[in-house]
């Protein structure tokens, strides 16, 4: 098991209600990351979205460690 940091942007942010958290989690990857966050506070499923890990544009399938800090960012809409 390893802590990592979330920060909860836009959407999410106003989905869940929170701009940050520490997740205590058994996933290993990014994308099992927002999955396993999915099913706790039941976030929209979002095709275009990114993920960094610590300030750095990331893939999904990308390893996570200890310590690291995670977010999510949804698709803007602009006007």
């Given at each position: 098991?390893?802590?990592?940091?979330?920060?909860?942007?836009?959407?999410?942010?106003?989905?869940?209600?929170?701009?940050?958290?520490?997740?205590?989690?058994?996933?290993?990857t990014a994308g099992g990351l927002y999955d396993e966050l999915a099913a706790r506070y039941a976030l929209p499923h979002m095709v275009h979205m990114k993920v960094a890990i610590n300030d750095e544009f990331a893939e999904w399938d990308a390893a996570l460690t200890e310590g690291d800090t995670i977010v999510f960012i949804p698709p803007v809409a602009g006007g």
């Open positions: 098991m390893i802590t990592v940091q979330i920060e909860y942007f836009a959407i999410l942010r106003e989905h869940i209600g929170k701009n940050t958290e520490a997740v205590d989690t058994e996933e290993k």
